[in-house]
């Protein structure tokens, strides 16, 4: 009996123990996967984070902690996984990690816990073609086979935008655009116009549409040419090969003879084995006229000679090849637009009028200062400018044709009887000075005016306000004389950083005289310092209406200015325009001024109806940052208003906008702000100021208000007063504000106004 009851006892034990353990699960909360596409479908079907036994892949890419794992087939993005750049090309097993949606993407969070361990074995990931139209296949198995997939994409990247037209579909010639962004951090993609490229890099799906996160790029075409040895260089433009002689095409080395020879033999030295590339266009006169190529094919010379400032073009011959002309058209903008080729001694030229005109000596680079008395147009199609019966200036019918954008006749109108300002070299020629025009923006012009503070250069049209940039550092005086409106122009802003303010930015005084400059347009995610100016230094802006400007940036962006310094804003409206930075950190964006510094004073500016916004840190109302170094100016920010509209960050951060200035970074007594206001709409921010900078005082904030009505739910902040909408509509709430001389208020109907706006 005894053994029965033990026996019974055992098998009874083990009947307990098969029980329990086939009802309740060792690791309830782990789910296994077999790829890093199945992870990624059990993270999208789950209502929640979702814990993944084992995910396995090669390491691609690292950002900080973060990493791109890919297995082959897909790849997913890891947070905060302690990795290092030397990890790339590393195989690696994590072990008990959570998975998890973030905005659009699937990520693994390791943040939330896990393990991982490196395998001794390696596992090359290769891109693959991309060969389908992205933006109408966004289904969530689609997505999650794509999420950071690795692909090479060849097209062209448009107008130097960050857009890119693949052609996924050879057989049928059908197209697509996808979004670029950079993920390399030494990667830019600075086109200025379209150029074919490869580029490799991931897939990413995010706001409703993919991008592509560029690691790298082959940019530019191979152009078909004959290599050969060069043999001598003659001069800037022209070389001998086995005793033939090249010319190059469109170009002019006469501004510097001796720097242009010998940048020609550099870059012909520069080449592997010492082969370059012709592309020869014609022969004439015992010359072949050509264009020349790096051993690759892929850099003009010309091209590159141009943005260096070496040359000018001379494109009065024509040839075959319209693109490469088209080509050294823009390089010649971007010489313009960064102060370099004939441009660049620009600051040193004096300037020759009637009565100093016989002391110029040929060779020097001046301002021909003078009134335009006729213009003709010869039967070649030269056109030919009389200034003041003492200097003539030659375009040639090459140059007009393809540097002119507007008729004979526009052009005729726009100059005669015009006080005109030009700048080049001029030679004698029978005791007068005549000078080849190279470009329409060598011209500089304004309806009157000579820059002083008694008669400023008055602005009536757009390419006055374009020629405001040729003076940007030279302390002139300028004055709106009607409202200027630049749809269509492809806006550059007046003045830029530098190391050397005093010669980069906008220093001098614009009087908008009541006046406004409409549809100002500029869309760049490569720049910084940015709107109608880049940046004001020892400047003075005042009596401006800014209407309808739409300002996108990396940093630094705002409708009147990037950025300012030691300068003067007064009385100053930005309304019904938008200022958006991309930086993925502090982006200093305002909807005046992104970032106001040492000495600036703005006082009676408004922002009104106007949608300010950025990626990240530092969105402001008004102004993205106010900063004042150690032992600087205060900067002053009186009596101004932001008032409808909106002010925005994508980042989920209680300090990443504020509705007036977003970032504040001063020492106690250094910064003056009082008897301002804010109604607008806040997200992701405070309502006034928002973040105090590290090292720096509590901003000291004078009756100043916002309405806490408008501004939204749980933005409101300490530094400023919330008041309810009708309480802003009444004039005993603004105790000491100036309602004789500065302020007027339409009781119970309407928040305060500036006088000056009536």
């Known amino acids: 009996m005894k053994r029965v009851y033990i026996a019974f006892i055992v098998i009874l034990t083990l009947v307990l123990i098969f029980v329990v353990t086939s009802c309740v699960p060792q690791h309830p909360s782990l789910v296994s996967v077999r790829s890093i596409y199945d992870a990624k479908l059990k993270i999208l079907n789950s209502a929640g984070p979702v814990s993944l036994d084992k995910v396995e892949g090669t390491i691609i890419y690292v950002s900080g902690s973060d990493a791109i794992i890919h297995d082959g087939q897909t790849g997913i993005y890891v947070y905060k996984a302690g990795f290092y750049s030397s990890d790339v090309g590393k195989k690696i097993t994590l072990n008990n990690v959570i998975g998890t949606t973030y905005r659009d993407s699937v990520q693994i969070d390791f943040s939330k816990g896990g393990s991982k361990s490196f395998a001794t074995e390696t596992f090359t990931v290769e891109p693959t073609d991309l060969t389908i139209d992205i933006a109408n296949n966004v289904s969530v198995p689609t997505r999650a086979l794509w999420d950071f997939q690795y692909v090479k994409v060849y097209g062209i990247l448009n107008g130097g935008k960050m857009t890119f037209t693949y052609e996924y579909d050879k057989t049928n010639k059908r197209k697509a655009t996808i979004n670029v962004v950079s993920l390399s951090s030494s990667f830019s993609l600075p086109y200025t116009y379209d150029t074919e490229a490869t580029l490799t890099g991931y897939l990413q799906f995010s706001n409703g549409a993919w991008s592509l996160k560029v690691l790298s790029a082959e940019i530019g075409d191979s152009y078909p040419g004959v290599g050969v040895f060069v043999d001598e260089v003659v001069d800037g433009k022209t070389f001998k090969v086995n005793g033939q002689t090249y010319e190059l095409i469109g170009i002019d080395d006469s501004v510097d003879s001796s720097t242009a020879k010998a940048r020609l033999e550099e870059f012909i030295n520069s080449q592997p084995e010492g082969i370059a590339q012709v592309l020869v266009k014609g022969e004439k006169d015992g010359k072949r006229y050509a264009f020349l190529f790096s051993k690759d094919g892929k850099t003009l010379y010309q091209e590159q000679a141009l943005k260096d400032g070496v040359i000018v073009p001379n494109l009065a011959e024509e040839w075959e090849d319209i693109t490469i002309y088209e080509t050294l058209k823009n390089a010649y903008k971007s010489a313009y637009s960064s102060k370099k ?292 100016p205060a900067v002053v920010v009186r009596n101004c208003y932001v008032e409808g509209g909106q002010v925005s960050s994508d980042y989920s951060s209680s300090t990443s906008s504020a509705g007036f200035i977003c970032n504040f970074s001063a020492a106690s007594g250094s910064a003056v702000i009082e008897n301002n206001y804010v109604a607008a709409s806040i997200i992701n921010g405070k309502a006034f100021i928002a973040y105090k900078e590290s090292g720096s005082a509590d901003p000291v904030v004078t009756s100043s208000y916002y309405d806490t009505q408008v501004v939204g739910l749980g933005v409101s902040d300490s530094y400023a007063t919330g008041k309810t909408t009708a309480e802003m509509k009444q004039q005993a709430t603004f105790a000491g504000w100036d309602f004789t001389n500065v302020w007027t208020i339409n009781e119970g109907n309407d928040y305060p106004r500036l006088k000056w706006e009536n």
Not at 556 to 584: E, W
């Open 341 to 632: 080729g004939v441009y660049s001694t620009f600051s040193g030229a004096s300037v020759i009028t009637i009565e100093s005109s016989n002391t110029y000596v040929e060779g020097n680079y001046a301002i021909f200062s003078g009134t335009v008395s006729d213009v003709t147009k010869d039967e070649a199609g030269n056109i030919n400018i009389n200034v003041s019966n003492w200097l003539k200036i030659t375009i040639s019918a090459g140059n007009f044709k393809y540097l002119f954008s507007s008729t004979f006749e526009q052009f005729k109108q726009s100059l005669e009887g015009k006080g005109i300002n030009f700048y080049g070299k001029a030679k004698r020629n029978e005791g007068i000075l005549e000078m080849p025009l190279y470009a329409e923006w060598e011209m500089f012009s304004f309806e009157s005016g000579s820059g002083t503070p008694d008669d400023p250069y008055i602005i009536t049209k757009p390419e006055h306000l374009i020629s405001v940039r040729a003076f940007a550092s030279a302390n002139k005086y300028f004055k709106l004389g009607a409202d200027i409106d630049l749809a269509g122009v492809d806006w550059t802003p007046i003045g830029t950083y530098s190391s050397n303010l005093s010669a980069s930015a906008f220093v001098g005084t614009f009087d908008g005289n009541g006046h406004k400059i409409m549809n100002i347009s500029f869309n760049d995610t490569t720049k910084s310092n940015a709107g109608l100016f880049g940046y004001l230094y020892n400047a003075t802006v005042t009596n401006l209406i800014i209407e309808n400007a739409n300002i996108t940036a990396s940093s630094r962006a705002g409708a009147l200015a990037g950025a300012s310094q030691l300068s003067k804003v007064y009385r100053v409206k930005v309304v019904n325009s938008s200022v958006r930075v991309t930086y993925s950190g502090s982006g200093y964006g305002g909807g005046l001024i992104g970032e106001a510094t040492d000495g600036t004073e703005i006082e009676e500016c408004t922002v009104r109806n106007t949608i300010v916004s950025g990626v990240k840190y530092a969105i402001g109302g008004l102004l993205g940052r106010l900063k004042v170094n150690s032992g600087k």
